[in-house]
């Protein structure tokens, strides 16, 4: 796997206010949120650069700023499964931490430009362990995020590809959102398919159907959700 230029960079202002708003962050203190940016570091990858390898020793949870992360896993046969792509504001690793793991059980790969925060692991587990208002608040946090995986399970195993492509779209834009919207892929269109367990050809057979349907309109990466209410509709009767 090619290692790409990653070029360390400064916590500037635009930063900082992203990591404040971070699920893991935002109930702390300001004395507390002090010690963690102090620890911290920002990375601005280029696309199709390794953050970490799956196997290697965790060191750092991290949380995308801009750009795009792919989570990936190598199977056996050597296949590259990709299990999850990180959108800004997202973070990642973090359930290694807590679990009690050392190692990162998947690789993470940048599928556009990225810029990625790394906070220390070791010092963040100190901090949350000194406080019980921490440590429920992330109980919390991490109780959505299991039901969210345990729905994501059920989307990828019992659904059509027409379903899961759907329901990927719409996850990108507000539960209220009901007029017309638009949205760029960060990740290439193969990658998204290995995302939510579909073939390529699927993924793109799918996507010209919906556009004939008039449903949404393609341009590159860019997807213009046209008739977001019966998109919706389209996975309710799925259900």
Not at 6 to 33: H, P, T, W, Y
Not at 86 to 97: H, K, M, S, Y
Not at 164 to 192: C, F, N, W
Request: glycine share 6%.
């Amino acid at each position: 796997m090619a290692t790409k230029k990653i070029e360390r960079i400064k916590l500037n202002g635009a930063i900082l206010e992203v990591m404040r708003e971070c699920v893991l962050l935002q109930s702390m203190d300001a004395e507390q949120f002090e010690q963690v940016a102090e620890t911290a570091h920002a990375k601005k990858l280029q696309r199709g650069a390794v953050l970490f390898e799956q196997g290697s020793a965790l060191t750092d949870i991290y949380l995308l700023v801009s750009g795009g992360i792919k989570l990936q896993r190598l199977a056996p046969n050597g296949d590259e499964k990709v299990l999850e792509i990180i959108r800004p504001g997202q973070t990642f690793a973090e359930a290694v931490l807590f679990s009690g793991g050392s190692k990162y059980p998947v690789s993470a790969i940048s599928v556009s430009p990225s810029v990625v925060v790394g906070i220390q692991a070791e010092s963040y587990l100190k901090l949350i362990n000194s406080s019980n208002a921490l440590c429920i608040n992330l109980l919390s946090k991490l109780s959505q995020r299991l039901h969210w995986m345990v729905n994501e399970v059920d989307r990828l195993t019992l659904h059509s590809a027409n379903y899961r492509l759907v329901s990927y779209l719409l996850s990108h834009i507000p539960e209220d959102q009901h007029d017309s919207a638009g949205l760029v892929l960060v990740a290439p269109k193969h990658v998204v398919a290995s995302r939510l367990s579909i073939k390529p050809e699927t993924l793109s057979r799918t996507l010209k159907a919906l556009s004939k349907q008039g449903l949404i309109r393609l341009e590159g990466s860019s997807i213009e959700l046209v008739d977001v209410e019966k998109l919706r509709e389209l996975i309710t009767l799925e259900v």
